[in-house]
């Protein structure tokens, strides 16, 4: 697991390092969703 060094003194910075970060790593990733089934289309959240 790779280590990041991210400096907290500017959270705005901070916050767009991390999101630049996890974005990557999901993008890396290549999740392929799967198609929900017909019965999925009737539940309510």
Known sequence: APWY???????WFRNWAISKIIT???IQ???????SSP????IKI
């Open 5 to 11: 060094v991210i400096p907290a003194n500017r959270k």
């Open 24 to 26: 990557n790593t999901l």
């Open 29 to 35: 990733m290549k999740i392929n969703h799967s198609k």
């Open 39 to 42: 019965h999925h289309k009737n």
